[in-house]
T-cell receptor, first 111, second 109 residues
Framework: DAGITQSPRHKVTETGTPVTLRCHQT?????MYWYRQDPGHGLRLIHY???????DKGEVSDGYSVSRSKTEDFLLTLESATSSQTSVYFC??????????FGPGTRLTVL | RKEVEQDPGPFNVPEGATVAFNCTYS??????FFWYRQDCRKEPKLLMS???SGNEDGRFTAQLNRASQYISLLIRDSKLSDSATYLC??????????FGTGTRLQVFP
């Protein structure tokens, strides 16, 4: 299995609070991604990074920001969490065109 | 129309059966194709890439039809451990993947 960890694995928070999710890799892969997975929607890309300090938006980026100050870490921040951001969040990494490898996921509940 | 469409299932099959899933995609410029497997409450895992000439990995066979824009996955001699959701995934000329919503397979004894 690819060396990807996510923290926290579960989080319950209240509407309006900031939340930061962390993705850490030990594979030295260039690309890192954040997805959310909701019933009926499949996996949807939030943001991605193609190198340190290089990030771009995905299809559902509103309400989210990211930062990548080191190759191994990619942070996803919900500036002010809303109930619609209750979801399972997956981080993924890739180096080439052979596909992406996913972390174990973070279950976030916003009350 | 969704960019990648799959029959959600569930497909309920007995052990030993052969089962096939299809997936259609809308972007004719798509360049890479994959099948992922996702167990309940787990992360997706890459099952296999799909090549133009078709490819096989043990009991799994994947095929691509670019003219009709569909991808298929065939599982032979189904095992109980094959029970999972199978995600069809398409990539264009960037590194972004587009995921289908998945087809659920349940193999029963």
């Amino acid at each position: 299995d690819a060396g990807i960890t996510q923290s926290p694995r579960h989080k319950v928070t209240e509407t309006g609070t900031p939340v930061t999710l962390r993705c850490h890799q030990t594979e030295n892969h260039r690309y890192m991604y954040w997805y959310r997975q909701d019933p009926g929607h499949g996996l949807r890309l939030i943001h991605y990074s193609y190198g340190v300090k290089d990030t771009d938006k995905g299809e559902v980026s509103d309400g989210y920001s990211v930062s990548r100050s080191k190759t191994e870490d990619f942070l996803l921040t919900l500036e002010s969490a809303t109930s619609s951001q209750t979801s399972v969040y997956f981080c993924a990494i890739s180096e080439s065109r052979v596909g992406q490898y996913f972390g174990p996921g973070t279950r976030l509940t916003v009350l | 129309r969704k960019e990648v469409e799959q029959d959600p299932g569930p497909f309920n099959v007995p052990e030993g059966a052969t089962v096939a899933f299809n997936c259609t995609y809308s972007n004719s410029a798509s360049q890479s194709f994959f099948w992922y497997r996702q167990d309940c409450r787990k992360e997706p895992k890459l099952l296999m890439s799909v090549y133009s000439s078709g490819n096989e990995d043990g009991r799994f066979t994947a095929q691509l039809n670019r003219a009709s824009q569909y991808i298929s996955l065939l599982i032979r001699d189904s095992k109980l451990s094959d029970s999972a959701t199978y995600l069809c995934v398409v990539k264009g000329n960037t590194d972004k993947l587009i995921f289908g919503t998945g087809t659920r397979l349940q193999v029963f004894p």
